[in-house]
């Protein structure tokens, strides 16, 4: 049976039917209730407080992990865009960080994200812009050496327009790269979010260049209504 961060069973029995119909009130806008009523009734927000993960997102590194494998017992991962810090709770018993599975290789996790997070026992948490100067070399530092996994879920708050937030997107998707470039071992993965909307073909281009594959995937945690999707590239070629 699956186990959440905590260890206690996810089999998801006994989650029951909650839709919960949220009322319009005074003062708040009909976007901010549609958006309550999507997040009330959402199963994966359930799922998550549920099994105590720190937000849905944690299901869609679950996903793409368990198509492509990169989340290895002592695989060494850089999360970026980290906060409040899923993903860094699914990846723990993955690469084995707190080297509680006897006989498997340990693995280590570096956070990085523009928000404080809340500790998780086997990750180093850092606060940092990963657009800031030589934002690059501070991780580097923190990392001390190489990485086998680059995974990025940076998104840059909603401007609402739509354009705007895809080239922004893109940006910290090309930063992320960069950095996956210059850190992985021979072999490894970069997984980063992006939004489908035209801009990314010369990232896409770049990364067939240096990676053996390279897939673009909806996973099924990814909400259907929005445009957003993760580039999986592994077999980094050095
Ligand atoms: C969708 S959330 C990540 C969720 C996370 N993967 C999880 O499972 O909890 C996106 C995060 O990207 C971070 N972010 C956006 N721009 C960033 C930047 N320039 N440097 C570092 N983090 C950034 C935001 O602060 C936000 O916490």
């Not at 980063?192 to 053996?212: D, I, N, P, Y």
Request: charged fraction near 25%.
């Amino acid at each position: 049976m699956a186990k959440g961060p905590d260890g206690k069973n996810t089999s998801g029995r006994g989650l029951r039917d909650l839709t919960v119909k949220v009322k319009t009130a005074r003062g708040r806008k009909a976007s901010s209730t549609r958006w309550l009523q999507r997040q009330l009734n959402d199963p994966y927000v359930q799922r998550a407080q549920a099994e105590g993960y720190r937000g849905r997102a944690a299901y869609k590194i679950m996903e793409l992990d368990d198509k492509f494998r990169f989340l290895v017992p002592g695989a060494r991962v850089v999360d970026l865009g980290c906060a409040p810090g899923g993903w860094c709770q699914v990846a723990v018993p993955r690469i084995n960080a707190l080297g509680d599975k006897g006989g498997k290789a340990q693995g280590f996790i570096l956070g990085i994200d523009l928000q404080e997070v809340e500790p998780i026992a086997g990750c180093v948490l850092k606060q940092l812009d990963f657009m800031a100067d030589d934002a690059d070399m501070q991780v580097k530092e923190w990392l001390g050496g190489k990485a086998d996994v680059v995974m990025s879920d940076m998104a840059a708050a909603s401007s609402g327009h739509k354009q705007t937030d895809h080239l922004r997107i893109i940006a910290l998707c090309e930063a992320a790269a960069y950095l996956a470039f210059d850190v992985l071992d021979e072999g490894g993965t970069f997984v980063s979010k992006v939004l489908a909307g035209g801009a990314e073909g010369e990232l896409q281009k770049l990364l067939k260049q240096r990676f053996t594959k390279v897939a673009n995937v909806k996973p099924p945690a990814s909400r259907a209504d929005s445009s957003e999707k993760f580039v999986v590239a592994t077999g980094f070629k050095g």
